[in-house]
């Protein structure tokens, strides 16, 4: 017979998970809301989920609730491992627990395919985690990923919005994005200062190679990087005068500003983008 599982406020006090903001913890415990994340999800049925931070394994719970073949759980702090490995006994061999940080791990080495990543992630690494999976989107049948309201807006920010930016036209540039949840703070133990929200991304079928995802990231990079200005002067730091011939055979206005491009138009202007250096680029900030 499975044991039952404890109570999560009783995992919580007998490990003494108190929330860390040095690793950015809040912990998601409402049982409908974490039911809720797990059906956006979509149908698990026979998929190997990957969950970052678990922290006491609010989450945890729901996923091992699907119908998940498997759930991996990464988790850097020893007391939310330690609260974790409560929860294998109740799991029939379908929980593993991964101690590291998810920043150097390769999830595509780590987790067998079909891999979905269903995580609330550590909000002070979120963005620079999601970004080291698209570079391997093609890898992943999808992510459903918390992050606090103002990163969301990001990912899903329309061409013309103030908060389309790098971050905007990578995202939908290989994934169909949608946002999907927006929660309070008070969902939240402790309750951080920012509204949260999910968001979906499912990769597209047909993804870039590794040189024209290097060179989409330099041409956001100088485009986004001097935004108030037109494209001609944005990237002429970086291709000098042939910035003026670039736009034009991308068939682009000069005088255009880098918020108002599409995510078509930015990729036909990373298909003419010169072939990135050696030490290509890195998105630092969205």
Same mark, same amino acid.
């Given at each position: *017979?499975?044991?039952s599982? $404890? ?8 490990h003494?998970?108190a929330? %860390?903001?040095?690793?950015g ?8 809301? =974490?039911?809720?994340?797990?059906r ?6 026979g ?6 931070g678990p922290? $006491?394994?609010?989450?945890t719970?729901a996923?091992? +609730?699907? &119908?998940a ?10 007391r ?8 294998a ?11 590291g940080?998810?920043?150097?791990l390769?999830? =595509?080495?780590?987790v ?8 609330n ?7 620079p985690l ?7 989107? #093609?890898?992943?049948?999808?992510l459903?990923? *918390? ?11 329309? /061409?013309?919005?103030? =908060?389309?930016?790098? @971050?905007?036209v ?6 169909t994005?949608? @946002?999907?949840? %927006?929660?309070?703070?008070?969902a ?18 047909? &993804? /870039? ?5 290097a060179? *989409?990231? %330099?041409?956001?990079?100088?485009a986004?990087? &001097?935004?108030?200005?037109m494209?001609?002067? #944005?990237?002429r730091?970086?291709l000098?005068?042939?910035a003026? +011939?670039? @736009?034009?055979d ?14 078509a ?5 990373? #298909?003419?983008?010169p072939?990135?250096?050696d ?8």
């Amino acid at each position: *017979m499975t044991p039952s599982r $404890p109570p999560l406020r009783e995992v919580i006090a007998r490990h003494g998970l108190a929330a %860390r903001h040095a690793l950015g913890q809040h912990f998601l415990l409402d049982e409908n809301l =974490t039911a809720r994340i797990v059906r956006l999800a979509g149908d698990l049925a026979g998929r190997h989920v990957i969950e970052i931070g678990p922290g $006491p394994g609010g989450l945890t719970r729901a996923l091992l +609730d699907s &119908q998940a073949a498997s759930v991996t759980a990464i988790e850097i702090d020893p007391r939310a491992i330690a609260a974790i490995a409560e929860l294998a006994a109740t799991a029939s061999d379908r929980l593993r627990i991964v101690a590291g940080d998810a920043l150097a791990l390769d999830l =595509t080495t780590l987790v067998a395919a079909p891999r979905r990543i269903v995580a609330n992630l550590p909000y002070n690494i979120a963005t620079p985690l999601l970004i080291g999976w698209l570079r391997q989107a #093609a890898a992943f049948e999808s992510l459903t990923l *918390m992050f606090q309201q103002e990163v969301a807006d990001r990912i899903a920010a329309p /061409p013309g919005s103030r =908060t389309y930016g790098r @971050l905007s036209v990578l995202a939908q540039w290989l994934c169909t994005v949608q @946002l999907g949840l %927006r929660l309070p703070p008070t969902a939240f133990v402790p309750p951080p200062a920012v509204h949260s929200a999910v968001v979906c991304l499912t990769p597209h079928a047909v &993804q /870039p190679d590794p040189a024209r995802f290097a060179a *989409m990231e %330099r041409v956001t990079a100088a485009a986004f990087g &001097q935004r108030r200005k037109m494209l001609r002067a #944005a990237l002429r730091p970086t291709l000098g005068p042939a910035a003026a +011939d670039l @736009l034009r055979d991308a068939g682009i206005a000069p005088e255009r500003r880098a918020e108002t491009l599409s995510v078509a138009e930015f990729d036909r202007l990373a #298909a003419l983008f010169p072939a990135a250096p050696d030490a290509a680029l890195r998105i630092t900030r969205p």
